[in-house]
Structures are given as C-alpha cells and as structure tokens.
C-alpha cells in the first residue's frame, strides 16, 4: 500500500480509502466489520463516512454506517490507527436529520450535525469533517459537461460560503475536528473556501471528494489545476461507476442483489453514450488481462493527482479486487488506452 500527505496536513492516508456507504442496508454490522479488518489488514488506515449513510438514504437508516463504524473501533481500540472522515449534509428538504426540519449549512445545524456524528463514531473527534454537498443550487457534482439551466437560480437564504466556514473554524478550535474537506464541489467553490481561509476566517480545506472514474474526468479540466496549486488533495468516489464500469450490467443486465438492480439509482451511468464506452473500457481492460473492475480502479489509484481512491464493496470478493489495484502497475500503455476511449466518448456521465 501506498500513502499520501492530505493537502498541507500533516495527516498520512493510504492511496486505497474505504469507503463505507453499504453497510446498514446492502451490508450487515458484521460484514462492515469484516471488510474493516480485511483492508486495514492489507495496509488501508483511511475510512470515509457520512451522517447520510447509508445509501439510498431514508430516515430508519440514516447515520448507520457511522454506528458500524463505531462499534468496530470500540471493539478493536483502534482508533489511534484510524484516520476517520465524515461529512455533513448541505442544504435538504429532508427533515428527519435535523429532527423535523429542513437543514442548511448554518451553525445550528452543523453543530447538531457533528455532535450526533461523533456519539455514533463513538469517539471525541473526526480527522477529516467534509461538507457532502454545497448548499447553493449546482449541478449534482457541480461540475457538468456543459450548462443545461442558466443562469442557475439562487435562493435568498442561501448561506454565505464565509458564514459556513466560521462554523468550522470554532469545531476546530473545539478539538471536534482536526480538518476541514468539501465534496461535490466545483473550482468556484473550492476557491472561494481557500478565499475565505486566508481571510482569516477558518480553516483551509484540505480535500475535496469529487466524483472521478474513466466516464467521468471532469476534475481534470480546472478543478486538477486549482488542487494542485492550492495543495487540496483529491479524494476520488466512484471509482467503478456505482459498478457500471465492471462490467456486470453490459446489455442492459440486472444481476440480483446488484445496487441498481435493488434500488434503480443508476441514471448517472445510464446516459447517452455511457454504455458504448463502458463496453470499450471493459474490452481494454481484457486485452491487457485484466477483470473491467480491476483495471477502473488502477486507473484511479495512480492517477498523480488523487490523493486516495475511495473504492467500495458489498463482498471481501469484491473488496479484494478493489485493494489489488494498488499492486497494479500502471503503464504508459494503459494511460494511452484509457485516454484513446475518452477522446472518443469524453466525459458522459458528470
């Protein structure tokens, strides 16, 4: 396993991050357990959580995987070897987070936000508290292929970025967290966070967990620049396409017990021109001997600007493969494959 420095942190994170958003409803207690231990077996000391996990979100299971995530570490006294990150919601109509009411990223809420987290977690602080989702009105991902409403429309109580970061700056101070992230954030939005920092107003973000997979490399378009000049690392979700890039729902399959075979959320990887590409990567995936998921991993985990993988699994199986891709070496050649593909089918799913 490999490790990278988190933005000008002083925190070491394994290039592989589990991610956790299964476990509690694709996956039991015992088998969120069960996939900790594996990877932390095999050199993996970073977790990212949420308080929405886990997936798809409904109030009976929401903060879940927290809870599992708590247990494991009370059972194993592990948390000194743990970098753990969670994240806070932006704004929802949902009510059941906040008690029966709408949430924003203001103070009240945050505060609420991180204090039912930690209880959760079971522990005194998280190392890496990121915001899940902007509170302004973007595109889910916030970094689109091209502009379909616009001017996007703004709401009058939407939150000043630097109102929202002052809340960090006091959970810092309060040994809450160690560290400030973002996720689903666009270049605007990252560079107004780095403003407001060096304003003096509250912490720098270190990281920002974007979507990032061969149907998807939006990030490199500006967001690769301002994360490298501006030291945020990035936190790569979706390395397999919510698992459209193994392979297994080609032609339209829908295997039993697969993510959208029980939930119908895939429409991100369901767009025009997604299933052309996912076939041609799964084919140069084969011609260099490699399983389509083996190979989807691989390429994120050594791309030089991610700072970790965020791989996910519902079996040790499957778990196994996503961990091997940081064994795999990663040639020119199959740089120059990916790439071939992506002239030709770009970004379809943002």
């Not at 509250?202 to 490199?220: C, I, K």
């Not at 890039?245 to 895939?266: E, M, Q, S, V």
């Not at 021109?273 to 041609?280: F, K, S, V």
Request: glycine share 8%; hydrophobic share 40%.
């Amino acid at each position: 396993m490999q490790y990278s420095r988190l933005g000008r942190t002083d925190l070491t994170v394994s290039r592989i991050c589990l991610g956790t958003m299964t476990w509690g409803q694709q996956n039991s207690e015992a088998e969120g357990h069960a996939q900790m231990d594996r990877a932390f077996e095999r050199g993996v000391n970073f977790l990212d959580t949420a308080e929405l996990y886990s997936i798809p979100p409904k109030p009976e299971t929401q903060g879940s995987t927290e809870r599992i995530i708590g247990t494991w570490m009370k059972a194993g006294g592990n948390r000194d070897r743990v970098v753990l990150a969670s994240k806070v919601i932006g704004r929802t109509a949902d009510d059941w987070f906040r008690g029966g009411r709408p949430s924003k990223l203001v103070r009240a809420d945050i505060f609420d936000a991180v204090e039912k987290s930690l209880a959760r977690l079971q522990t005194d602080f998280v190392d890496l508290y990121q915001i899940h989702f902007p509170e302004r009105r973007v595109p889910w991902g916030s970094n689109p292929t091209r502009a379909e409403t616009w001017p996007m429309p703004r709401d009058a109580d939407e939150t000043p970025i630097a109102e929202t970061l002052a809340v960090f700056d006091e959970l810092v101070k309060a040994g809450k967290i160690r560290h400030f992230g973002l996720s689903n954030e666009s270049s605007w939005g990252v560079m107004r966070y780095v403003f407001a920092s060096e304003m003096g107003v509250g912490p720098r973000p270190v990281s920002l967990q974007n979507a990032y997979n061969l149907l998807n490399r939006t990030f490199e378009v500006n967001l690769a620049e301002v994360c490298d000049r501006e030291e945020v690392g990035l936190l790569a979700y979706s390395p397999l396409a919510q698992g459209y890039l193994t392979g297994k729902y080609d032609h339209g399959a829908r295997p039993a017990g697969a993510r959208t075979t029980l939930f119908n959320r895939g429409q991100r990887y369901e767009k025009p021109n997604a299933a052309e590409a996912i076939l041609e990567y799964g084919r140069i995936a084969r011609s260099f001997g490699m399983e389509p998921a083996l190979f989807a991993n691989a390429f994120v985990t050594h791309q030089p600007f991610v700072a970790a993988n965020i791989i996910g699994a519902t079996s040790l199986e499957q778990l196994d493969m996503a961990l091997d891709s940081a064994e795999v070496t990663w040639t020119d050649e199959m740089q120059k494959a990916a790439d071939a593909v992506h002239q030709r089918f770009g970004n379809p799913c943002p």
